[in-house]
């Protein structure tokens, strides 16, 4: 499903890859608003409701895989509903923080747009292939998952620090690759799905900095 390092096509030149850029960042910040829309309306919606609406949104999410080469309309409307649901299943977390700690949420959305803009940045100037990078990332955001799962159950001193710290450098390296796409692919057809990887990567950064400002 990944054609990112596929070789263009003939006659498609730079325009391509910036109408790419321009319609996928469009897209993230149409998704971006549907979030706080969803964030909104689900503010007070029981814990139940909230992880419900994650599980709808991922399934959202899949779909958006098997129809954007079939209806672009259709894989649209699924990218809507993921951001709307998405910022749904966030609504418990926001308002705990909006009414324990407001500053750590001013804290890290500052901190996550400057740490998206510096590594995307970076992704999208850098001319070394991160395939190789992207699988690395890959299997260590699998290990952050079961290292989050033993958290669980076993209280590791700082563990919640480190979990945070230990996800903003995978998401670093998530975040180059993401847009390194967005410089080398000209099939406009994909920005859904680059939208929707980015606007994931932004959604995690800021989750991540919010763990690390409320134990400041």
Do not use: E, K
């Not at 503010?43 to 409701?49: D, E, H, K, T």
Request: charged fraction near 10%; proline fraction near 4%.
């Amino acid at each position: 499903m990944d054609d990112t390092y596929a070789p263009r096509p003939a006659g498609l030149a730079v325009g391509g890859a910036a109408t790419l850029f321009a319609r996928t960042m469009g897209y993230v910040a149409a998704t971006t608003g549907l979030f706080a829309l969803g964030a909104y309306l689900g503010r007070g919606f029981p814990a139940l409701v909230a992880f419900g609406a994650y599980l709808v949104s991922f399934a959202a999410l899949i779909a958006m895989h098997f129809a954007v080469r079939r209806s672009r309309p259709a894989t649209v409307a699924l990218l809507a509903a993921f951001g709307l649901l998405m910022g749904v299943a966030v609504a418990p977390t926001l308002v705990h923080y909006a009414s324990t700690d407001p500053q750590a949420l001013w804290q890290a959305a500052a901190a996550t747009a400057l740490f998206v803009t510096a590594f995307g940045a970076a992704g999208y100037a850098t001319r070394r292939d991160l395939t190789a990078l992207a699988r690395i990332c890959f299997w260590a955001l699998v290990g952050l998952l079961l290292f989050g799962i033993v958290l669980i159950f076993v209280n590791i001193p700082n563990g919640a620090l480190v979990y945070s710290v230990l996800g903003l450098v995978i998401f670093a390296g998530l975040i180059m690759v993401d847009f390194q796409r967005l410089r080398r692919s000209s099939d406009v057809a994909s920005a859904p799905l680059l939208a929707a990887a980015i606007f994931l990567d932004i959604l995690n950064v800021f989750l991540f900095f919010l763990r690390i400002f409320r134990g400041r």
